[in-house]
């Protein structure tokens, strides 16, 4: 098998003498990779002239249901992937991260995106900023896709998950790829790249391929192009001190390996469910892809009373996995990635064993297939203890990136922090206690360290993902030797790609560069009810202003006995004199629920439903004798595609309601959102 690039629209050899590729778990040569020695310029030039026109003349809709197209197409080639992973040494649920979970990524972005953002090719973002006295100006802030390529720089542990969680932001961002996976293991990649492409569901040039060398692409970088990169952090910090990089500061997130810690709270006794809730987490990252994950435990940070407990019991169940070829269903722990691999994991447990007692690690110690293991690229669970913490530095800066993590005594919170901390920044720490004050103690001061925290007891364990999961909606990163960077964390990841941009203006004028309605900005009233007018008609600041309606003490009554509602302030007359209100007052929700009654049109017509209500804030009390009035704009306009399953074209309409007394004074202010009809097409 000759594994290509994908250049310019063209699937390419390249021009270098040809690398091989071996299976890890036979070592057999399976494929041939010959890196590009040229063409690098061209291919920025590409996705900057060619597919990001196509991409960014998408609304944010569009390119989301094309990424929900796309997992669907992948989920049907999913076997063949399958076949191919297990050449990098991963068991079938190894894959099932991989390969499934990267697709999962694309469902998740495709559904957040339309979910949280609306239809149009920018993003608006927070709320309008008065910036004078009388309110003629006005600041806001809009995103807008940037007019580069992302490039995207992946490990070798997750070649398919890896490639799928960034596109997808970027995708949706309106911002085409370059990726570049790891050489290793980058036939899976390729395979998933070659049906992307003869999908034909994305524009052309959307994703390109490298496989190989890099060349000279960095040297051509702008500061409209963006570089994600995973991997080992002393890679990942010579990457981002390239000249042109900084020349051009050029965005550069940086996600790497960590030296990612778990804490077994001073609560926790043997015969807790968290103890073997403890227990089997580590060894489920330190088997899962061979311990081959940036997000894997490496430091187990235990009370000291309690390490020759957990000690054996972790000895104990690690002796039991089954290590060999994926191949077969019984085995639980795959190989490493390849020899190389092997060789890196060997001399860094070498140079933790200089400081460190080895507890488990020989191949004695497991029932295993030596020619098997001798054929391929396989690595025994190792466990080392740290007696002294404290007073070693190589527990705290050495990682090896395989089934190895190191036990660490701490005795009270002060310390267990000080070991978190000791890390120097780590994608995710995770906190097995059932105690809640101690976790909150423990999680609280550790935050700063971590990316991502993980609290795990009886009461999430059943539905937990796990310590070594990142989530689409939740940040994938961390500070210090973790990079100091952000993947995924839904709609932050999108962002990432585009450009924050402040705009100032009157409100009319922010109102036509955001389409939406800006307060402060003219409204158009007519004859017509905005409610008998469907999705098609109705613009942006079309509005009515109601009759009004005066609160009397029989409203309250009435709406006390209909909601069971009989808080004081409604009824009692001597607490109410002496409260904060000083009189009776109305319930807020009867101010809102009679406000519906003054806007809404009773008849039948396009609008469909009642969506909900958001942001609603009560400004004034409103008491018996009042007068209000009710003012209803469309603020912004949401389109939504068809679904098969729908009898009818729909889009959801969000109105800014202000609610006024008879001295003008706002009493409430909301959003309400409607799902109203479209016209047929």
């Known amino acids: 098998m000759i594994v290509q690039s994908y250049a310019c629209g063209q699937w390419i050899s390249g021009e270098a003498s040809a690398s091989q590729l071996k299976s890890a778990v ?122 580069g390529a992302s490039v995207h720089i992946n490990a070798f542990n997750f070649p398919v998950w890896g490639m799928l969680e960034k596109i997808a932001p970027s995708l949706v961002a309106g911002v085409p790829v370059i990726v570049k996976p790891a050489t290793v293991s980058c036939y899976l990649t390729e395979a998933v790249v070659r049906e992307i492409v003869a999908s034909k569901i994305l524009p052309l040039g959307a994703v390109q391929l490298i496989c190989g060398s890099t060349g000279d692409l960095l040297d051509h970088l702008s500061s409209q192009d963006v570089i994600t990169f995973t991997g080992s952090a002393s890679t990942g910090q010579m990457l981002k001190n390239h ?274 309605y800006q307060r402060g900005a003219d409204r158009h009233m007519d004859l017509i009810h905005p409610f008998r007018k469907n999705f098609d008609q109705l613009c942006i600041g079309d509005a009515l202003k109601t009759h009004r309606r005066t609160v009397t003490e029989a409203d309250i009554v009435n709406f006390g006995c209909l909601s069971g509602d009989h808080f004081y302030a409604h009824f009692d007359e001597i607490a109410a004199a002496d409260s904060f209100f000083g009189k009776r007052v109305a319930h807020g929700y009867f101010v809102i629920s009679a406000a519906a009654g003054l806007f809404v049109d009773p008849g039948v017509g396009p609008v469909i439903a009642n969506y909900g209500i958001d942001n609603l804030r009560f400004i004034e009390p409103v008491g018996i004798g009042d007068t209000i009035q009710v003012t209803l704009t469309a603020k912004r306009k949401v389109k939504k595609v068809k679904r098969e399953d729908e009898d009818r074209h729909t889009g959801i309409v969000i109105w800014d309601v202000e609610v006024h007394n008879q001295h003008q004074e706002l009493v409430a202010l909301y959003d309400i959102l409607t799902l109203v009809e479209r016209a047929k097409k």
């Open 243 to 516: 000249p042109n990089i900084t020349r051009n500061s050029v965005p550069f997130t940086m996600e790497a390996d960590s030296l990612n810690a778990c804490v077994l709270g001073e609560d926790v006794s043997e015969d807790m469910p968290e103890f073997e809730l403890f227990i089997k987490e580590i060894q489920r990252e330190m088997t899962t892809k061979a311990g081959q994950k940036c997000t894997a435990i490496r430091r187990v940070i235990v009370p000291a009373q309690m390490l020759d407990k957990v000690s054996a019991a972790l000895r104990a169940r690690l002796v039991k996995t089954v290590i060999g070829d994926p191949n077969r269903s019984e085995v639980s722990m795959g190989a490493l990635v390849g020899t190389s691999q092997c060789a890196d994991v060997a001399e860094n447990v070498a140079l933790l064993k200089r400081d460190c007692e080895q507890i488990l690690g020989l191949w004695s110690e497991f029932k295993v297939n030596l020619d098997e293991i001798e054929a391929g690229a396989y690595y025994p669970p190792t466990v080392l203890v740290c007696h002294k913490p404290f007073e070693v530095e190589s527990v705290h800066s050495i990682e090896a990136f395989g089934p190895v993590c190191t036990l660490m005594p701490y005795s009270g919170n002060d310390q267990a922090v000080q070991l978190m901390q000791m890390g120097g920044g780590s994608l995710v720490a995770s906190v097995f206690s059932f105690d809640h004050q101690i976790a909150f103690d423990l999680i609280h001061r550790g935050a700063s360290h971590h990316g991502r925290m993980l609290l795990l007891n009886r009461e999430s364990a059943k539905e937990s993902t796990g310590h070594g999961s990142p989530m689409p909606s939740l940040v994938h990163g961390g500070p210090g030797r973790a990079g100091g960077g952000e993947e995924l964390g839904g709609i932050r990841a999108i962002k990432h790609y585009m450009q924050r941009t402040a705009i100032q203006g009157s409100p009319n004028s922010l109102m036509a560069l955001t389409k939406e």
């Open 26 to 147: 036979t070592g057999e040569v399976i494929a041939e990779v010959r890196s590009m020695q040229s063409g690098f310029e061209q291919m920025l030039s590409y996705a900057r002239e060619q597919a990001a026109p196509l991409l960014q003349q998408l609304s944010i809709h569009d390119r989301a249901n094309l990424l929900k197209d796309l997992a669907k197409h992948l989920l049907e080639k999913k076997e063949y992937f399958y076949q191919l992973s297990v050449h990098t040494g991963a068991t079938k649920a190894d894959s099932w991260v991989d390969i499934e979970g990267g697709i999962s990524t694309l469902f998740s972005y495709s559904g957040i995106a339309r979910r949280e953002l609306t239809n149009e090719k920018f993003i608006v973002e927070g709320d309008l900023q008065p910036l004078s006295a009388k309110g003629s100006f006005a600041g806001h802030h809009i995103l807008t896709s940037k007019k």
